[in-house]
């Protein structure tokens, strides 16, 4: 029997976040064999009288195929690709894997033509032409990742994942507005004094519409207004490597100076391009129900009480990567504090103006 969770998350991706239309062309991208829900996802596609198309990528396959990439090779990746997906309405990746270090060993130029891979298909062609929703989907290998036995992860995800999106959005709204009204912004945590200007930039409400999990309200940073120093203090897996205490310098909005556990291969990411260096959204993560990071990024960057401040592409910022470096600002990662134009707004993970408070994870339980 089919567990009635994956059937709502299924109901909710089709008809509240991505709104799939009659006679429209949906392509469902399955990692890893994600097969009961990707199942479950074109039942409801069929309901509602449209037609879905599958992939099915095996991500040691892949690896394979990327270890022996060339340049020729992948222009024609990119064109085979490119033909399918200029082709559909929607665009549905759900990611599940069985090892996220399968392409740590993945260096230099077949980095870079994966990159080049990633640009061409997902930043300028899905993301720009399709109406997608991408996440993650709960096995034995994501439930070790977070800590936590299978069972318990399950509830986590399923609870994270089909929370009321339309109210959390209604209480996004008025610090969307604040974002739309403000001109400089202040972070201040443990290592961390950052002062930059989003002013002209408008806020986005992310309510469940594109990513699953959601919650956040995000904008861009002016991208030459950045100064001075963070720290963040929740690890992120990129391209296959796991960094932690990731540290920036930063003047006139350029990393220069960048130190990790890792601190070679961080400066190799951050030399792709130029765009890398600079800066392309800040945002505040508003998911109630994600409380501590699980080292995955589309629920880290959601979780209530952090921020995440993104090297790469983005407002005004243009680079093949897009990296969403999170720093809670909960009290067991040591606080922080977020002003707007010098008024404190959050402080250690609490909202403190009164038409933010709804945000509170406390006004959830």
Request: proline share 2%.
């Amino acid at each position: 029997m089919i567990d009635s969770r994956i059937k709502k998350l299924a109901h909710i991706i089709v008809n509240y976040s991505l709104e799939v239309k009659k006679g429209s062309s949906v392509l469902i991208d399955n990692f890893d064999n994600a097969n009961q829900l990707t199942k479950e996802l074109i039942n409801e596609i069929f309901k509602v009288g449209a037609n879905p198309f599958v992939w099915n990528n095996i991500i040691n396959i892949n690896k394979e195929i990327l270890d022996n990439i060339n340049e020729e090779y992948i222009n024609k990746w990119i064109e085979f690709d490119k033909v399918q997906l200029e082709k559909c309405d929607y665009y549905i990746a759900i990611r599940n894997s069985n090892n996220i270090n399968e392409f740590s060993d993945l260096k230099g130029e077949k980095l870079n033509l994966y990159n080049k891979y990633i640009d061409e298909i997902h930043l300028k062609l899905r993301v720009r032409n399709t109406k997608w929703s991408v996440l993650r989907y709960p096995n034995e290998s994501f439930a070790q990742l977070a800590g936590m036995n299978t069972e318990a992860f399950e509830d986590f995800y399923f609870k994270v994942c089909t929370l009321d999106y339309s109210y959390l959005s209604k209480c996004m709204l008025p610090l969307k507005k604040l974002f739309d009204d403000t001109d400089k912004v202040r972070i201040i945590a443990k290592d961390t004094d950052l002062s930059f200007s989003i002013k002209g930039h408008t806020g986005g409400v992310v309510d469940g519409r594109a990513n699953i999990p959601d919650g956040e309200v995000c904008t861009g940073p002016i991208k030459n207004s950045v100064n001075g120093k963070i720290k963040y203090n929740v690890k992120s897996t990129y391209l296959g490597h796991t960094f932690d205490d990731i540290y920036f310098e930063i003047k006139d909005g350029k990393i220069i100076k960048a130190t990790a556990n890792d601190t070679k291969k961080l400066n190799e990411i951050l030399n792709l391009d130029e765009g890398c260096r600079y800066f392309g959204e800040f945002a505040i993560g508003t998911n109630p129900y994600i409380d501590k990071p699980i080292n995955d990024i589309l629920f880290d960057e959601k979780m209530t009480g952090s921020i995440h401040f993104t090297p790469g592409n983005g407002w005004g910022n243009k680079s093949q990567i897009h990296w969403d470096l999170v720093q809670s600002h909960l009290p067991e990662y040591g606080g922080g504090e977020i002003w707007f134009d010098d008024i404190l707004i959050r402080k250690n993970g609490k909202f403190i103006l009164e038409q933010l408070k709804s945000l509170n994870a406390e006004n959830w339980e």
